[in-house]
Structures are given as structure tokens and as C-alpha cells.
């Protein structure tokens, strides 16, 4: 096993295994406990991912699907700006779920995240996901009970068409510390650069902060699974949290190893006049 | 009138006028006669592009969006990926319009294009867009003459009714010379690295050099608007192509001057817990 693929197992959650929130260190920082050398490897994986997204890009049959869930402030926005500072817009579609609108609340939960599931030759990123409809809903209680317990098995289904398909899924829930959320919702009170970002009705979420980590944990113990793992990624250090992220995303392209498509015609046969 | 409102206006086509094409020269590299010196702008562009999209993002409240039309090898994909290097994923989205399916050919022309059209907050880029239905679609007859004839007006009035509700246009057409994009197919053929770009069915487009160029011509008398002016960038030389697509997006972003939005709470009545 390389150093890669143990750093993936360190953080993979292994299907049917039940995840304790509260012993998983979300200040850990064992793997770059230097913050330096941990932005320079962020970008290092960042210019192979450019590199790798090229080749998926022009293979053209298989896609990247990476899900990022995890509560206000966890760093959804950031990580994903580093882990793809390096990758080209015509390679990489981001899509932030909202909160549904009528339209999409008059169809199944699954609907509207089927319509923007990655095209072949892109790597797809969803900023929040089909997991709201398993967390916020579930704590919120926007949904029946029998209904919330069913949908579990119901993304995995779908995420195991979407693989059989052609889509590789990786999918990463930054673990946060109440202690730091502190912190961030506190800067962005504070810092008026930041201040748009607030918004009084997260404090609400925060006050349900047991029962959502209650919903993330039976989250990962019911849908990671051998086709599409959740990954625990420490999230208190932002260059800790985009280090291992960025690694995790250019250790799969590497093995998916897309490769230059053959072409159906023949050099002697090209005239260009 | 500044530097730059300068070099907006020698590539902005004005309201009504008839470019000739053949006049304009692809080779011109006056304002960027030294290649390092052109990349080196074109970064620091970028990174203010960056810092713009990022206020735009927040403001939430207009977008912008970029159309880059050009014929096979002019560089659509190379300016995007060069122009928005700096950019978050989160903040950009690129739409490449191919071959309308079945469903996008049983509604109007528009109506794929407006489904697409960038949300507030958003930098949309579209490689190729709309003005197809006035390029491909008139050499190859796709359409009826009257029915192409009647495009030009509901394009415009399509496009003026999107910056009437917040969206800022910005229309690019890269103008290369045959004598370069003879020379850029031919590295297509011969590059295995680039082979998978080249489509044999791209000659058969060439062949109808000059009745592309009048389609182009056409396109830009009736459709440079007040409101969403084209540009008609020399692109035989790629740092000079991006330096000047940069500096006019960079440009009409500081124009925009996006805000951060004013919060609606107070900050002493916020209490982190």
C-alpha cells in the first residue's frame, strides 16, 4: 500500500462502520503539522489534478463526482477553492444546493441532484448535496420519519447507478469542532469582508449542534460504501483539511487514470489545404 | 478616457458599423509586443478578476456574462482557461453549446441559451452560444433564410432584456487568420497530446472560410448592441488574445464595482454561544 492510498484508509470510513464524531480530533494535524509545507502540498496536488482533469476532459467517458457536506463555517467554499485553484472552469462544474425550491420540493429529493450530476470528462462538485434531505430535514423534521429512514438506502442506489455509469463519487464531511465554528461565525460578526456570509439563522442550526452530529453519524454509518465512501476530513486547520482533500482527489484521478482518447482517423489521410 | 476605456474602445465594434474582417489583422500585436510582458499582464489581470468575481459573488445581486465565438482553433477554450486561471470554481460557470439535442431543437433557439444563463452573483462563460443559430446554422442552411434573418432581432432583444434584469454582456469573437488556423490543425494532427481535438469534419467547416466570415460579419453589424457590445480581438498570437480579453473583462468588472451587500442584523444583538 502506498503512503497515499494509507492516508486515504486513515480517513475513509469503512462501509457498515460506526463513526464516534466526538473521538475524531478536529484539530488532528499529525499528517502536516507544518502549515507551510501543507499549503505547498495543497498545490502541488492542485497542478496534478489540473493535469489529471485534462485527460478525463479528453478521454470523455468517465466523470468525477466530489460531495462536500458538513455544518455552517466547516469550509466548504475554501476547500474547494484550493483544492481546484489549478483547474481550468471548462473542467470543473460546482453546484450549490439552496434551500429546494417548489418546483424541485414537487419532485422526489433526488430530482434535482440527478439534473446536475456530472457530464462525462468533468469533475463535479456538489457544495452541499442529496445529504441535506438526510440531515437539515431530518433535524428540522421537514420530513416524516419513515420517509427520512428510506432515502439512505435510496442515494445509495442512486449513487451506485451513477457509478456503474461511469461517475468515480468521493465524498467528504469537514468535521468541525463546536469550539471553532465559535470562532468563524465570531469572524465573520467581525470582519466586514466576511460579514455578508452571516446569518443570524445559523445560530439557530448551532443550537441543534448534538442532533446533527446524531444525523452526520448515521449518515456515514448507512451511505459510505464501497462505491461511494465518505472520508472524515479534520477540519479545524484549513491547511490540514485542503492538503487532505486535495490528496484523496489526486490519489483517485491517478487511479482512474483517464487516458487520451484513440482517434478514428489516419494522419496520411489529412490534407489541410 | 483611460488606458484601458481606450483599448475597450479599439475592439469594441460601435453600434452599426460594418467590420470588414479581411481589414482587421489577426497578427496585430502592438499593444503587447512582448510576449512575457503580455502573460505577466494577463496574471495580474486575472487575479483582479478574481478579487471582482469574489464582491460580485457576495453582492449578489447582477452577473456577468461572457460569450466567446470563434471559428474551430481560435482559442475559445485557452482564453477561458487562461482569463479566468485566478478565478474560484464557485463564482464561474462554463457552458460549451454543442450540436442541439432533439429537445433543444423542439424548442426556440433561445431556450436552451436562457436555461443556462448565469445566476446573480455568477461570472457565466459560453463557448460558442446563441450566435450559432446565426453562423453554422446560416452556411450550412440549417434554417430557412427568413428564419435566420429574423434571429438577429430577437437576439438582440433577448440580450437586452437579460442586462435590463442584472446581467452584464460581454461578447468576444476570436478573429484568426486561415494561415494560423492551418498551422493550428495541422499541430492538432500531428501533437499526440492535442490529436483527440481534431474532428476531420473541422476541414469540411473550412472550406467555407468566406461564407464564415460574412456570417461573422453580419453577426457583428446587427448585433454589437449599447447594451451588449461584441469585440472582435486579433488572436494569432495567444498572449495577446488573453491579455486583451483580460484587461476588458477586468475592466467592465470595475465598472460593475460590486458591493458587499449591508447586513440586516445588528452586531450587538448577536450572541455566539
Known sequence: MSDMQAL???????PGDRVKLRDQDAREESIYPDKDVAKAATEVFAKDINK?????????????????????TAGKDGTITSVFSETSPLGVAVTAFRQPSEEELSHDFLWRVHMVAPRRGMVGIFNRSQYEDVLVAKVHRLAPKDVIEQRYDQINAFEK?????????????????????????????????????FN???LKDREHWDEFQDAYETMLHRCSTPWAPWHVIPADKKWVRDAIVASIVKTTLEEMNPSYPEVTWKKSEIKIS
Open 200 to 202: 443570524p439563522g445559523d
Open 8 to 14: 486515504i484508509k486513515k480517513f475513509r470510513v469503512k
Open 161 to 197: 447507478m451513477l457509478t456503474e455509469n461511469g461517475t468515480v463519487i468521493l465524498k467528504f464531511m469537514l468535521h468541525v469542532s463546536k469550539d471553532e465554528q465559535k470562532v468563524r461565525l465570531q469572524e465573520r460578526v467581525d470582519d466586514p469582508a466576511k460579514r455578508w456570509k
Open 52 to 72: 489529471l482533469q485534462d485527460r478525463l476532459y479528453a478521454e470523455n467517458k468517465r466523470a468525477l463526482l466530489v460531495v462536500l457536506q458538513g455544518t455552517d
